[in-house]
DNA sequence: CCAACATTTAGCAATTACGCTAAATGTTTG
DNA sequence: CAAACATTTAGCGTAATTGCTAAATGTTGG
């Protein structure tokens, strides 16, 4: 939620922010491992932290665009998205090619 | 996943912190067009920001690995270290192999 | 409909991040 | 040696991040 006014953060911060925190690497990582969508509760339980700061943390990966999430009955499906990883891959890739 | 034998585990969130911020990222990138080096003038020019806020970016950069610097008279030449760049690339290519 | 379940939202406290200006450090030159 | 230069360090204020607990929301089954 950007403040009116707030310069437009780009879509490389979000990105990047979101990689930077080790529990929501781990819950990408984990995501990527279990072959692509989990559960909110089973993620949560990954952790020592309290639920609502797994909720936290994957709502700053979803605001990235790193994970989407639908409901499921009472419960909530996260999925990984791999574009916005691409995307992060792709922009440190360019520091090894040939500068064209 | 972190390469076995990988650097300590937060080497990752050390490396990706510096890259979040868009005024770091806009140093690497301009360090790697100019061919890997430039002195620290030059760096805070790109800026708006009072330089010591650059300085402190160069700082964070350099804690992480991503650059490095020697002193050259009485300017300082900070030079970009790619082995991060390349951790943190491999780091995300992991998303992208078949899950061995 | 009501209780139990799965999960998020709200709001608080501690910590860290990032901008600034002023002062300090180390280097070169007259 | 002193003045000028290149740059960093110190310290401050504000805003964001991250953890917590308590309360709210939406869903299902009896």
């Known amino acids: 939620m950007p403040k009116p006014g707030a310069p437009r953060p780009d879509a490389y911060e979000a990105l990047f922010i979101a990689l930077a925190h080790p529990a929501r690497r781990h ?14 509760g ?42 916005q990883l691409a995307l992060a891959r792709d922009w440190l890739d360019w520091f090894f090619k040939p500068t064209s």
Chains 1, 2 share one sequence.
């Open 27 to 40: 819950i990408l990582m984990t995501l990527n491992f279990e072959g692509g969508d989990m559960i909110a």
């Open 42 to 83: 089973d993620i949560a339980s990954l952790f020592a932290h309290a639920w609502p700061t797994t909720t936290r943390h994957l709502k700053v990966l979803e605001d990235a665009g790193l994970v989407r999430h639908e409901r499921q009955g009472r419960e909530r499906v996260y999925r990984l998205d791999h574009r």
